[in-house]
């Protein structure tokens, strides 16, 4: 064993729950999901945490280490000095349900809120021809593993429970974004909504978002920015339709 | 038992991962009410996980391939132990199943011409994956999950209530698949987060719950990959179709200790990665069999001119399929060959540039430097076997994916047996999912219209709350953790990659000492979100599925893609003609042998009889398949 860990977990809910300590042996290579296992093998066989793949693709362990928004399965052991004490608190932004797991029911609603795709009509399976160039960027968006720690991290929400009913959030901004920009979505006026129902007003590009996405997603920059932009009405016929497609294939040369 | 949540549909479906959601799609189009039912959240099941693509024969890149085409290289990969019907479907209804998802969103990567790009892949004969990066799981899941949440905002305009016959209930784990009168009648469950009980009540049940990775130690796996799905299934009175054949993926992490057994996805290979030892020999030049002889190139020169002209060259045989480079990783490493930390080496650096790794192989690019410090676009992986697949499942009938054995009962995905005979090929899983899983809500579908409630008895009731109930009772008894960990010790050093009569034996033996004790596991804490609770019930079906895996395979006297006896080396044809279908008797797995059902002439006919004579009897070719 390499080296001796102190944490601080916390345990329980957000009523009663509150911070443990515990040393720990931690190994070469390790990451904190691998102590957080650990933990649970040895010390206390009832904590709660949520993890899948180890890999930093599911977007399942999702916690805060050192107050920091972050993937447990992609955050080294070896990035905190010897002799720090690292602390690991469940995402703030949602209500603990015990120890590391939240309820993060929030985005699964809001995900409910965005209309799906549109094709056009009379398109067939097999059809459709797209440009690499074409589906990069809304790729780019789709590249998402909804750790939801941009939601977490957002100051919109994340101590303001009174804003998450107008507010979709970072996640489902870059999602609205991937629908715009998605070359056979036929919808009209998904700025538009973003705008009115889903809250993008109330974003002021402080950039948090794009910080912690563990996907290195331009939130801000790429889907957010350009949105606000162009919040227009654009009225669906198909020659316009087809003029807004190449419009957006402008923004991104 | 107290607060029981009681549910009643036409169909529950255990498994949200590719299969589940398709087979939820078809079911829920045809009118019927679904539950979806899954270990995590909705979104996260294993399927996120797969990277290389999915195999379809749409002949974007190179228009000689055909379901045909696809449908011999599945069986050549699956050693014709396949079950012939389920290849051919999977081959024929694949592309449509690829195209579908473009029509829901999907946005797979291009060719020129603006076709859904096609990439190569172990066994393949063409370029045949179906792309988006190294992220095909991810886009494939989350397409899935957004036509889900399409068709609830759909119930919604229509009912105006999104959930009422559609709802997925995550993080919840079915325990018990439940019968009466010898037919489904539905689930039984506990809730992750709270650890209270849930009864669903449905005379159909899918089964799509994935893998048995955890079972072993060195796996790809997550931790839902825990066989429960064949344990659910086994119970139910279904039977197991040939569980001693697992596929060890060649190419896991080996380096650091943590995220040993992680995928290192075979793209790397099929974009130009090359395989090789402390010596620095190309070394699977070495390990071409046989059969495979006239496909692969046996000298450099010809396998990187590959690259550039398939049409005229032989593939290089680091794309020889799994099981083959499995084996010759590990007897190069054996050797005394390998890399410091037991592996071998696999460079793509010097084939790619830097900018054109990152962007085909991001991910890849990124779990390395982030968890290992390597940066693949200068220096070379270090990699070894891993445990990825299993071959072997439940049996089905092809057509509708009932389980063989019982009225109500389907299995598709991963959990369904018969597709990929003794291997399956890279990319065959993800189409697999979409084919069976819309066949298995067709079947479910049919039989509900045909069938009506089934109501839950009290006495059946009684018993999986029970089961539930149990490990609270209990003090001072096993922990699951450990018992967890001796299964996998187990499994790793006696049922692994290369296996012996006299081991195997001795595992069958540890594996049902391991069970006994494990009816004494106590646990700690209360019933909220307790990781040692729900490790209880998922150990009790990883032991399961050991126990029918070391039998099958100590039955199993040849080796045969995902099965090599030491003792027993090289396939047999009279082996060929045999699958082992596990039952459960209430108190232990029974193997037997059953024949396989034989090709029929049509599909015989689209091989070239020398190739079958490496594979068949003198007396199957003299017949020359069925009718
Ligand atoms: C790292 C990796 C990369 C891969 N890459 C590829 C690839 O490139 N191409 C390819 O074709 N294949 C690939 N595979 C294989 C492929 O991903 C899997 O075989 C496939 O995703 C399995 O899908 P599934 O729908 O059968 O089940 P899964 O996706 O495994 O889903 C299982 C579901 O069942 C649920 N479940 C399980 N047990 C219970 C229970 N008791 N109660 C309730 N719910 C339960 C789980 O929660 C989950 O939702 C890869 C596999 C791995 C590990
Ligand atoms: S940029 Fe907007 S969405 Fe992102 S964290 Fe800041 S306020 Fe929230
Ligand atoms: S955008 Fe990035 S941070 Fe936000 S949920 Fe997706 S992957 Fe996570
Ligand atoms: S466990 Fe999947 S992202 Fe960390």
């Known amino acids: 064993m390499a080296r001796t860990l102190k944490l601080r977990i916390w345990r329980g809910d957000d009523k009663t729950g509150g911070l443990q300590d515990v040393t720990v042996e931690a190994n070469h290579g390790e990451v904190v999901l691998d102590i957080i296992h650990r933990v649970q093998a040895t010390q206390m066989g009832d904590l709660a945490v949520r993890w899948n793949c180890k890999a930093g693709k599911c977007g399942s362990c999702s916690m805060e280490i050192n107050g920091k928004p972050r993937l447990a399965c992609m955050t080294q052991v070896a990035s905190y000095p010897e002799d720090e004490t690292i602390t690991i608190t469940p995402l703030r932004a949602f209500p603990v349900i015990k120890d590391l797991v939240t309820d993060v029911s929030f985005n699964y609603k809001k995900a409910m809120e965005i209309p799906s795709v549109e094709m056009p009509p009379g398109m067939k399976p097999g059809e459709p021809r797209m440009q690499q160039i074409d589906v990069e960027r809304s790729q780019e968006f789709r590249k998402c593993i909804e750790c939801f720690l941009c939601q977490d991290t957002c100051h919109v929400i994340r101590d303001h429970e009174e804003n998450k009913k107008s507010f979709a959030g970072p996640r489902f901004f870059i999602r609205i974004a991937e629908l715009d920009m998605h070359p056979l979505d036929i919808l009209r006026n998904r700025k538009k909504s973003a705008q009115e129902e889903h809250g993008l007003g109330m974003c002021n590009i402080t950039k948090c978002c794009t910080e912690v996405c563990p996907e290195h997603i331009r939130i801000t920059d790429n889907a957010i920015i350009p949105m606000k932009e162009r919040v227009v009405d654009e009225k669906y016929d198909p020659l316009r339709w087809l003029g807004s497609k190449i419009r957006k294939r402008e923004g991104m040369l | 038992m107290a607060n029981l949540e009681k549910y009643s549909y036409d169909v529950v479906i255990v498994g949200a991962g590719g299969a589940g959601l398709r087979a939820a799609v078809e079911a829920r189009d045809a009118g019927l009410s679904v539950a979806i039912v899954c270990k995590s959240l909705f979104g996260k099941a294993h399927t996120v996980m797969a990277e290389g693509g999915a195999a379809a024969s749409m002949g974007n890149v190179n228009d000689n391939d055909n379901w045909m085409v696809h449908f011999r290289d599945t069986m050549r990969g699956g050693k014709f132990l396949n079950h012939f019907r389920m290849a051919e479907l999977h081959a024929k209804e694949a592309p449509d199943r690829i195209w579908e998802l473009e029509m829901w969103g999907a946005l797979f990567d291009r060719t020129s011409e603006g076709k859904i790009s096609q990439r190569n892949f172990g066994g393949h ?452 003609q045999v699958n082992h279908i596990s039952s459960f008797d209430r108190d232990k797995v029974i193997v037997k042998a059953q024949p396989l059902p034989v090709l029929p002439k049509e599909l015989f006919d689209l091989f070239d009889v020398h190739e079958l004579e490496k594979y068949m009897t003198p007396e199957e070719i003299s017949k020359g398949g069925s009718n």
């Not at chain 2, 060195?218 to 299934?233: F, K, P, R, V």
Request: glycine letters at 10%; proline letters at 3%.
């Open chain 2, 125 to 576: 004969e063409y370029p045949r994956l179906a792309h988006v990066g190294d992220r095909t799981g991810l886009e494939l899941i989350r397409t899935m999950q957004q036509r889900i949440v399409a068709l609830q905002q759909k119930d919604k305009r229509e009912t105006g209530d999104a959930e009422k016959n559609l709802k997925v209930f995550a993080e919840v784990t079915i325990t018990d698949i439940l019968k009466e009168n010898g037919k489904i009648a539905g689930a039984y469950g506990y809730r992750r987060e709270t650890g209270e009980e849930i009864l669903f009540e449905a005379p159909a049940v899918v089964i799509a719950t994935g893998g048995v990775g955890k079972t072993f130690k060195i796996t790809s796996n997550s931790w839902e990959g825990t066989g429960d799905g064949h344990a659910l299934a086994l119970k139910a009175g279904a039977n197991l179709v040939d569980m001693e054949f697992l596929q060890f993926h060649p190419t896991g992490m080996v380096w650091p200790l943590s995220v040993k057994g992680i995928l290192v996805t075979e793209s790397v290979r099929g974009e130009g990665g090359i395989l090789t030892n402390s010596l620095g020999e190309r070394f699977m030049f070495k390990y071409i069999p046989d059969v495979f002889k006239d496909k692969y190139a046996d000298n450099e020169a010809e396998a990187d001119r590959w690259y550039i002209d398939q049409d005229n060259n032989r593939r290089p045989p680091e794309l020889l399929p799994r099981d083959e480079v499995a084996r010759a990783i590990n007897t190069e490493v054996k050797a005394g060959r390998g890399t410091e930390h037991g592996g071998v080496f696999l460079d793509v650096s010097k084939r790619l540039s830097a900018e054109v790794i990152k962007k085909r192989l991001p991910s890849m690019w990124h779990q390395f430097y982030e968890l290992a410090g390597v940066d693949i676009t200068k220096e070379a992986m270090e990699v070894g076997p891993t445990c990825h697949y299993v071959m072997g499942g439940v049996e089905v009938e092809p057509d509708t994916a009932a389980a063989v054995g019982v009225d109500g009962l389907f299995a598709a995905g991963e959990v369904a047996g018969g597709m990929h005979g003794s291997n399956r090929l890279g990319g065959n899983s993800l189409t697999d999912l979409l084919v069976f899983g819309r066949r298995a809500g067709m079947g479910a579908v049919e039989y509900v219209k045909s069938h009506g409630k089934n109501p839950v008895s009290a006495a059946t009731l009684e018993k999986a709350a029970t089961r539930i109930a149990a490990p609270f009772t209990r003090t001072g008894g096993e922990n699951a953790y450990s018992l967890h960990q001796e299964l996998q010790e187990v499994t790793h050093n006696l049922v692994g990659i290369i296996r012996t009569g006299a081991e195997l034996t001795q595992a069958i033996e540890k594996i049902a000492d391991i069970r006994k004790r494990s009816a004494n596991i106590s646990v700690t804490g209360d019933r909220k979100f307790n990781p040692g609770f729900h490790l209880a019930f998922d150990l009790d079906n990883m032991l399961l599925v050991a126990e029918s895996t070391a039998k099958s395979a100590l039955l199993r006297e040849e080796s045969r893609g995902g099965h090599t006896r030491d003792d027993f080396p090289g396939m047999n044809s009279t082996w060929r």
